[in-house]
């Protein structure tokens, strides 16, 4: 038995069950949906957004995106401060569902919307509204991650909730990157800045109403006794939390991999296959990838999670490399892409359930329990830093290439699209494979971690 305060802060006694119930998974699950409804948006389009409908040159939206991204970054552990601070009868991480509701939303549907701006100021306006969306955005989606420690301490419940979450986070994803290009374009008819506006904002309204439902059936366990983490602590937690680090380099690393493949999509089917229609068949196939979600817990039961992610990232480098001598064959597009979807769906996976295992090694090594404050850098942190670059690298190689929005691209353009959506994302994804071989020794480690984090726990008790 233990002693628990509900949602009203009443004390109550309750069975110790680290079990969720099925609803709660599954509102577990909206944080994610929510958070992908909005933000693969910006991951798969802004670029394009930015060239195509705002107006901006390609070298100015791609330097634009890489400066607004390492600033906006460092608002991740800041906000995994604030959680890990925090106090209130809801808990530590749930009540920050209700609070950036609104602020995210709001943020990101003025991103999509186009003011009657010109030169400098047009630049600055975009530039402010990304940042302003990617930090409402980091406030919503640091506590996904690090509320997941406190609604279970069960590995396999973690592992099976995190599933869910991500399987929740690819239905929103399928709907940004399927329906909206289409949507903007029925809404808008001619006018496409009309057209995102509207049809962002109905994203945005939709994305509001699932974190709300998502905050009013979430619960968090064993947070009463939680001891408030100074700003010292929390870089404390981060010394010599190696297995931590590697999963924030290699989740850097995932995420300019995808990112590079995701925000040239466009451009590929556009210009390359002279087919804009293929853009929104391709993105909503990658729904395909919650096949590979929801193998890896069964998976990781037969390996382990550092073999599971690179058993996910050798499936998403050879879908790009079918693509990449598919010499244009449609059939045989498609069967590289599916395989390159659920190889990078399933390592995402992966790396989200690892950053929340790294919190009990810092814990374990240091006293010390700053889960928010590494997974937020764990997460929010990568996740910007390396869209960022995802953004930059192949924004500057279309630049470098000859690239030039709305025309006829030529040979040499062409080609440089061409590399950057087939072949640099695959590269990407080899080096991101070099941490998690190192990361192994450490996953050896996890039930000795356990096993004596359960020791001091019930001493402390």
């Given at each position: 038995m233990e002693t628990t305060r509900d949602h009203v802060g009443t004390v109550a006694t309750v069975e110790?069950?680290?079990h969720l119930p099925l609803h709660r998974k599954i509102t577990y699950a909206f944080t994610d949906m929510s958070g992908n409804l909005l933000y693969c948006i910006i991951s798969g389009y802004l670029l394009y957004f930015f060239t195509e409908v705002f107006g901006l040159s390609v070298g100015v939206a791609g330097t634009l995106l890489l400066v607004a991204r390492f600033f906006d970054a460092l608002d991740a552990p800041i906000w995994g401060i604030i959680i890990d601070h925090t106090h209130s009868k809801y808990g530590k991480s749930r009540p920050w569902f209700l609070w950036m509701a609104l602020p995210f939303?709001?943020?990101v549907w003025l991103l999509f919307t186009t003011p009657n701006l010109s030169g400098t100021a047009k630049i600055v306006y975009a530039g402010v509204m990304y940042i302003l969306a990617g930090i409402s955005y980091t406030g919503m989606s640091t506590p996904i991650t690090a509320v997941l420690p406190n609604l279970t301490s069960d590995p396999q419940e973690r592992t099976v909730a995190n599933s869910f979450r991500m399987v929740g986070g690819n239905i929103g994803n399928f709907f940004a990157v399927t329906f909206i290009l289409p949507f903007a374009n029925l809404l808008g008819g001619a006018d496409k800045q009309k057209g995102w506006s509207l049809a962002v904002g109905i994203y945005a309204i939709v994305a509001f109403i699932l974190l709300v439902v998502a905050f009013?059936?979430?619960?968090?366990?064993?947070?009463?006794s939680t001891k408030t983490v100074t700003i010292k602590q929390s870089f404390k937690a981060a010394k010599g939390n190696w297995p931590w680090v590697l999963i924030v380099l290699a989740n850097v690393i995932y995420w300019a991999a995808l990112m590079t493949r995701n925000s040239t999509l466009a451009y590929y089917f556009q210009y390359n296959m002279n087919n804009q229609s293929l853009i929104s068949l391709f993105n909503g196939v990658s729904i395909i990838q919650v096949v590979g979600m929801a193998?890896?817990?069964?998976?990781v039961k037969a390996t382990s999670k550092w073999a599971a992610t690179v058993i996910a990232l050798s499936v998403a480098i050879l879908g790009q490399v079918i693509m990449g001598i598919s010499g244009g064959n449609f059939v045989v597009l498609m069967i590289g892409w599916c395989l390159a979807c659920i190889g990078s769906g399933s390592?995402?996976?992966?790396?989200?359930?690892m950053v929340g295992d790294t919190v009990d090694f810092g814990e374990w090594k240091s006293g010390i329990r700053a889960a928010g404050f590494l997974?937020?850098?764990g997460s929010s942190f990568c996740i910007k830093m390396g869209s960022g670059l995802g953004s930059f690298l192949?924004?500057?190689i279309l630049k470098a290439f000859g690239y030039v929005a709305d025309k006829a691209q030529t040979a040499t353009a062409l080609s440089g699209i061409s590399f950057s959506f087939l072949w640099l994302p695959a590269i990407i994804f080899a080096i991101n494979i070099i941490p998690?071989?190192?990361y192994r020794k450490y996953e050896k480690q996890e039930a000795t971690v356990r096993a004596d984090l359960a020791k001091r726990h019930a001493a402390e008790a």
């Open positions: 110790n069950d680290d939303t709001l943020f009013l059936d979430m619960r968090e366990k064993n947070i009463e193998t890896i817990p069964f998976l390592a995402c996976t992966m790396f989200f359930a997974t937020a850098i192949p924004a500057q998690m071989v190192l």
